[in-house]
């Protein structure tokens, strides 16, 4: 407790130092993207407004929910990007009202409307079952098809998962498996695929990383990542269970009061409806808009997703937590 706050008073030294950075008010842009993304966005605002001095920092998506939290309206910070929408939800009380402001054609049920109007839908992140096809061979084994199939005695010790008490990639999953399987069953589900699990990976990531050094032959991963690692000339195949493929979804919002700060809303406006769309099509393309592009190579197409109902509760996710007993 006594770190978090540290960090929080160590984060909010730092955006007062950088608002008189060269004698002009800053606007504050909290992000919890890559930093390559990040980096990207900073630049396209320098060369958009060179009027104003925007800043584009990196925050986690539960650090920055809890900034808010602490801070309200009266925070430096102006505007949230890729923060998940659980998270949103819990802050949306010191969110503006951001009506008419999207004039992007959201698919149904991720336009803003359906968030009161509070954020906009910034990205998708899916998941998949991801083998090392290498790997597989050198063991003898078909891919999986199934999550069923990843509870058979051959693949002991050459799956991976996120843990979900630390990754929201792990959670997606668990969630999923609730959903379609009911609570009881997935939790048994869960001691069985434990029995042949490698390893509960601390990050999203670490699935990806394990298939990588061929640690494991099957990992429950990022979509995204798998698809990065392929381009990369890595041997992953990328397979969809019936069930769908599991995601969670993130928002970017503007902070209620800030919209009448010198900026704040031209930028704002520019980067839900110009960026956004720029984002998804290079970076993060997993189906959010209506005809959306998607420029990044062997990306899956008509992806079909999985039954998500409650992703966005947060204490739902507290209570399935506190029942996940790895």
């Known amino acids: 407790m006594k770190k978090g706050i540290v960090a929080l008073l160590l984060v909010t030294l730092l955006f007062t130092l950088m608002a008189d950075f060269g004698g002009k008010e800053s606007i504050v842009i909290c992000s919890s993207a890559e930093q390559f993304r990040n980096d990207c966005l900073q630049e396209k605002l320098n060369e958009k407004f060179p009027q104003y001095n925007v800043i584009v920092m990196y925050m986690p998506t539960g650090k920055t929910a809890a900034k808010i939290l ?5 925070t430096e910070v102006d505007m949230l990007v890729g923060v998940e929408t659980g998270y949103l939800r819990k802050i949306q009380d010191s969110l503006a009202d951001i009506s008419g402001r999207s004039n992007i054609q959201y698919i149904d049920g991720l336009g803003p409307e359906n968030y009161e109007n509070r954020w906009v839908t910034w990205e998708r992140f899916a998941g998949a079952i991801i083998v090392n096809t290498e790997a597989l061979e050198k063991h003898g084994l078909e891919a999986p098809k199934t999550y069923e199939d990843l509870l058979k005695p051959e693949y002991k010790n050459l799956v991976a998962m996120p843990d979900p008490k630390s990754s ?3 959670y997606f999953f668990y969630k999923n498996w609730v959903n379609t399987m009911g609570e009881d069953e997935a ?4 001691d069985k695929l434990h029995d042949n699990l490698k390893q509960f990976t601390e990050s999203g990531s670490g699935p ?13 991963g990022m979509t995204f990542q798998a698809v990065s690692e392929i381009n ?9 269970p019936p069930t769908g493929s599991p995601y969670s979804l993130t928002g970017t919002a503007l902070i209620d009061g800030h919209q009448d700060k010198t900026g704040v809303s031209e930028v704002f406006d520019y980067i839900i409806n110009d ?12 189906l959010v ?10 990306y899956p197409q008509d992806i079909q997703y999985a039954d998500m109902t409650g992703i966005e509760d947060v204490e739902e996710k507290e209570r399935l937590l506190s029942i996940w007993k790895y």
Request: no cysteine; aromatic share 10%; charged share 25%.
């Open 187 to 190: 939790l048994a589900y869960v």
């Open 208 to 220: 990806i990383k394990m298939l990588t050094q061929g640690e494991v032959a099957v990992g429950l």
């Open 232 to 240: 990369e000339g890595q041997p992953f195949e990328i397979i969809y």
């Open 70 to 74: 602490t801070e309200g309206k009266n």
């Open 289 to 298: 808009l209506k005809d959306q592009k998607n420029n990044i190579p062997n």
């Open 275 to 286: 960026f956004l769309v720029y984002d998804k099509e290079n970076f993060s393309p997993e």
């Open 168 to 170: 929201g990639t792990g």
